[in-house]
């Protein structure tokens, strides 16, 4: 009996198989390009049931859970009035002073856009008199406040 010995191994024993060769080869891989790289897109009934949420976390003191949903929203709609306030609202419950500041003006600016020529309503009016009553600035805090309390409203 003659012993077989093989000095190289055969060609199967080196190449692994083709689903696994694919793995193991990083250029192979599926390479992310722009598209898989953008944010998700929502659906206008996606936002319009994140804005309720948020709204509902805002009503029972839960203001801090409302915040990610609400700047989520705004990313996908940077003009929009209604998310602009009910984060201003919640940056208004968490005490966030300069925040809601910031967002009170740009809630004015879009109100002005929208067609709205007096900019903000009533209760803006008194919110941003808290606000700027909060930050010690209190002239102003007395300017808008009369504002709210004027009897045609603003």
Same mark, same amino acid.
């Given at each position: 009996?003659?012993?077989?010995?093989?000095?190289?191994?055969?060609?199967?024993?080196?190449? +692994?198989?083709?689903?696994?060769?694919?793995?193991?080869?990083?250029?192979?891989?599926?390479?992310?390009?722009?598209?898989?790289?953008?944010?998700?897109?929502?659906?206008?009934?996606?936002?319009?049931?994140?804005?309720?949420?948020?709204?509902?976390?805002?009503?029972?003191?839960?203001?801090?859970?409302?915040? +990610?949903?609400?700047?989520?929203?705004?990313?996908?709609?940077?003009?929009?009035?209604?998310?602009?306030?009910?984060?201003?609202?919640?940056?208004?419950?968490?005490?966030?002073?300069?925040?809601?500041?910031?967002?009170?003006?740009?809630?004015?600016?879009?109100?002005?856009?929208?067609?709205? +020529?007096?900019?903000?309503?009533?209760?803006?009016?008194?919110?941003?008199?808290?606000?700027?009553?909060?930050?010690?600035?209190?002239?102003?805090?007395?300017?808008?406040?009369?504002?709210?309390?004027?009897?045609?409203?603003?």
């Amino acid at each position: 009996m003659a012993l077989l010995l093989k000095s190289e191994p055969s060609a199967a024993a080196i190449t +692994p198989p083709v689903g696994m060769n694919r793995q193991m080869q990083p250029a192979a891989a599926p390479r992310m390009t722009g598209a898989s790289r953008l944010r998700p897109q929502f659906s206008d009934e996606d936002l319009d049931m994140a804005r309720s949420l948020s709204a509902l976390h805002i009503r029972y003191g839960i203001a801090h859970e409302a915040v +990610p949903y609400l700047m989520m929203i705004r990313r996908e709609r940077p003009q929009d009035i209604e998310t602009t306030r009910l984060l201003a609202l919640a940056m208004l419950k968490l005490g966030k002073w300069n925040e809601a500041d910031h967002l009170l003006s740009e809630l004015d600016v879009l109100a002005a856009r929208s067609g709205n +020529p007096d900019g903000f309503g009533r209760l803006e009016a008194l919110w941003r008199s808290l606000v700027l009553f909060k930050t010690n600035r209190f002239r102003e805090a007395r300017d808008w406040f009369s504002k709210f309390t004027s009897a045609k409203g603003y």
